[in-house]
């Protein structure tokens, strides 16, 4: 084997992955998000969810895609991992309909009609029709169409430029000793592995495979170990979509491993045992294309049905494996809470209601305050947990915002319609305290990272500042969680404090950075601050008014500040004089 054909190998593999890629694209374009919506409302059921992961699978040509999507349904919420590994079970199932497309990249004719039949014409005839349609037709659905013919054209030429490359080596005594080696179980198994955690793709290393057994040296017993590794192999793209995830999130992504493990484990025991009593002739046999692509369906189906029934066992399994953190626990606690069964008894309803927003408004208050430390105090521990938490205090708002509109939706008393409108109007405030919690995380980041420092004035006013949220933060909490309207009269005249104290500190930088004492860098991380804090008394005030509004049985944020404001009232002007000597710079 020369230069010329390793170069043609190498093209070969480059146009084989493009074309499967160009294809599976093409593919989920024309179906949209039909797939996604298909998955996670029909896998009611261990069969469905088997059946539609394979479909799936078929139709976008890859397992990985289609468990890296229940990975997010279940990281979501929206799916049961159990669900999900029955979906993944028969992605593993359908990722082998590549392996019979491939095959036909093999059907060659000697003339006539046969001849019409063969790989090239196929592919030309595929490969027109693709171009036409992508560069000449107005709809979007057709254009998608005429990529995945493209997508099917170049996987075609892709499998022909590899097995041409491939050929002379069944004359080369390394290569027939190599393959040799593979007929090792454990060797041939570690290899197809390797070799796939390196390409990501099951289906491209199956197809590589079936090129090399043009060469007519790879035999059963080689072919069938690095079939089974392969299939461990292609776990990785899958791990590698669980970094970050929530707790069933990553025992989802381990799923696909553990089964493909549990899979290849029972395949190889039950094959080899067999086969030391049995002696089956057929392991010598020289294997094709259509041979790998069978062996690889018939395996796959074999371990699917088989491992099915024991989804319990392996989600205990991973549930032993995989432990969720006490954070975790505490949220999943506040959210079973939320039955809906209680919804038929309203009373009880909103007191759990009430008991889960309390949860997440401290879970919001202690994530802003984590936000805090980390600009003088910097840890990437703690940047983590902020993170983490400000993903958590985003599903509350979902699990909390869903059940209260059903709530909204029955015979409430006017006690308790007032207790689910309030409950409705300060959610997405909690939520955006913790949104700039991160923000706040994201600029202490920068201010380490690039070891920026306040001048020593700028430190001064940022401190001020700091204390002045601190109290308005403490205020609106405590004023909601201990249901204390006084407390929440007295957040407008600090939340308009700091308004004014946000303009100065705005106003003294910009003096410091024309006298030249601060950089422009330092600016941007200066405002930045500036700006989320402002923000976060924005919200602060918001949950303060919607208190007090809805215990006057009306909602007119805007006519209460007005009054508030311009009538002074409740002892607005007494206590904006307090918090202005209190926090001044």
Not at 212 to 221: N, P
Not at 565 to 581: I, T
């Amino acid at each position: 084997m020369n230069i010329s054909n390793i170069i043609t190998l190498f093209g070969g593999v480059a146009l084989f992955l493009f074309g499967m890629s160009l294809m599976g694209e093409g593919l989920k374009k024309v179906a949209g998000s039909k797939l996604e919506l298909v998955l996670y409302k029909l896998s009611s059921t261990q069969l469905k969810g088997m059946l539609l992961g394979a479909g799936v699978t078929a139709i976008i040509q890859s397992s990985s895609a289609t468990s890296v999507m229940v990975v997010g349904f279940v990281n979501s919420g929206v799916m049961k991992v159990r669900q999900a590994m029955a979906v993944i079970m028969g992605a593993i199932v359908g990722t082998s309909i590549t392996g019979w497309i491939i095959c036909l990249s093999y059907m060659e004719g000697s003339g006539g009609l046969v001849s019409l039949l063969s790989t090239s014409t196929i592919s030309a005839v595929v490969a027109v029709i693709g171009i036409v349609l992508r560069m000449f037709s107005k709809k979007q659905t057709r254009r998608h169409v005429g990529d995945i013919l493209l997508g099917f054209a170049v996987l075609m030429f892709g499998m022909q430029a590899m097995s041409g490359a491939v050929a002379p080596l069944k004359d080369s005594p390394g290569f027939v000793r190599l393959m040799t080696a593979f007929s090792n179980p454990v060797l041939g198994i570690l290899a197809g592995a390797a070799f796939t955690a390196v390409l990501q793709s099951a289906s491209a290393s199956v197809g590589i495979l079936q090129a090399l057994s043009v060469t007519g040296v790879i035999a059963f017993r080689e072919a069938f170990p690095l079939l089974l590794g392969i299939g461990i192999g292609a776990a990785v793209p899958v791990l590698l979509s669980a970094l970050g995830a929530r707790t069933n999130g990553r025992r989802t992504a381990y799923a696909y491993l553990v089964l493909q493990l549990l899979g290849a484990a029972f395949a190889a025991a039950v094959f080899y045992l067999s086969d030391a009593v049995l002696h089956y002739g057929f392991t010598d046999m020289i294997m094709s294309p259509v041979s790998i692509a069978l062996v690889n369906t018939v395996f796959r189906v074999t371990c699917a049905v088989f491992l099915l029934p024991f989804t319990g066992a392996i989600e205990r399994l991973l549930d032993a494996l995989i432990r969720e953190s006490s954070r975790e626990r505490e949220a999943n606690a506040d959210f079973d809470r939320l039955d809906e069964r209680f919804l038929k008894h309203p009373a009880l309803a909103v007191e759990q209601s009430r008991m889960t927003i309390y949860a997440m408004a401290r879970k919001a208050r202690e994530n802003i305050g984590d936000a805090m430390v980390l600009l003088y105090d910097y840890s990437d521990e703690l940047a983590k947990k902020v993170e983490q938490d400000e993903d958590l205090v985003d599903r509350y708002e979902d699990k909390l915002g869903t059940y209260l509109m059903k709530l909204n939706g029955v015979e409430l008393s006017e006690e308790q319609n007032e207790r689910v409108s309030e409950y409705l109007h300060t959610l997405s405030d909690f939520e955006r305290i913790s949104d700039h919690a991160m923000n706040i995380r994201q600029t202490a980041q920068e201010k380490h990272d690039k070891k920026i420092s306040f001048s020593e004035r700028g430190e001064q006013e940022m401190d001020v500042l700091l204390c002045a949220v601190n109290e308005i933060l403490a205020l609106a909490f405590t004023a909601f969680t201990d249901d204390d309207l006084e407390k929440a009269y007295m957040v407008e005249p600090l939340e308009e404090h700091i308004d004014v104290l946000c303009d100065e500190l705005k106003l003294r930088h910009v003096e410091r950075l024309q006298a030249g004492t601060c950089s422009l860098q330092i600016g941007f991380v200066f405002n930045d601050l500036i700006t989320n804090f402002e923000r976060v008394a924005d919200h602060c005030s918001n949950i303060a008014v919607a208190m007090i509004e809805l215990n006057r049985d009306e909602f007119q944020t805007h006519d209460y500040l007005i009054n508030l404001k311009e009538l002074r009232s409740h002892n607005f002007d007494a206590l904006y004089a307090q918090y202005a000597e209190k926090y001044k710079i």
